[in-house]
């Protein structure tokens, strides 16, 4: 019998050191295998030789890893992935505050729930408020109707692994883990006074890689 590592497990490594969030609606075979607490602690061995450690969203939907070293590299990955996420860190929440508003829903998005565009676009249609905030969102073109911007809404929450499609024709789509780990991120920053500056203490390295 081979001891070479699995192509799933090579792959999940590959992934998690890209910069992915592992979950089972984004990638099914790695997170089936990360949920075994043997390979977790593999992987985990693994990628502390190499100065990062596994983590897990807040509700255990993601996998993705940190860094454990603050050495001049991972300060430079700290810096710039701050900035990113202060970036679009806005952006994102007024997406979740249109997306939970056209939804009805009363917690916050979770991964594995499912959005529909058919919802999203017959909402903001009724409703003056959701169409100005729709209008607002940075994927919204000037004069674009309300179907346009929903659909430049959803192709870029793909792009950027927020959404898997649930079926073939486009109908639906679930949320992945990535939507978990940006909700952390606020919740921690709003439970802080004061922003948390790259490469000050585990907790701000733990959200922010």
Request: aromatic letters at 6%.
């Amino acid at each position: 019998m081979s001891n070479l590592p699995s192509p799933v497990y090579t792959d999940t490594l590959k992934r998690l050191l890209q910069g992915e969030v592992l979950c089972p609606w984004s990638t099914p075979e790695q997170a089936r295998l990360l949920q075994d607490s043997e390979v977790r602690s593999r992987v985990d061995e693994w990628v502390r030789a190499l100065g990062y450690e596994l983590a897990e969203t807040s509700g255990g939907a993601g996998y993705y890893l940190v860094h454990t070293r603050v050495d001049e590299p991972a300060r430079a990955d700290t810096t710039r992935l701050f900035r990113e996420i202060m970036v679009s860190l806005r952006e994102h929440l007024n997406v979740i505050n249109l997306l939970m508003e056209a939804t009805d829903a009363d917690a916050a998005l979770a991964p594995g729930q499912v959005i529909r565009p058919n919802q999203v676009v017959a909402a903001a249609e009724v409703s003056p408020s959701l169409r100005d905030q729709l209008g607002k969102l940075k994927t919204s073109k000037p004069q674009s109707g309300t179907r346009q911007q929903v659909d430049a809404l959803i192709k870029t929450m793909k792009d950027e692994g927020l959404l898997v499609p649930a079926r073939q024709d486009g109908e639906e789509y679930s949320f992945t883990g990535r939507v978990e780990l940006i909700q952390d991120i606020i919740v921690f920053i709003q439970e802080n006074e004061e922003l948390p500056l790259p490469g000050h203490g585990a907790d701000s390295q733990k959200y922010l890689l």
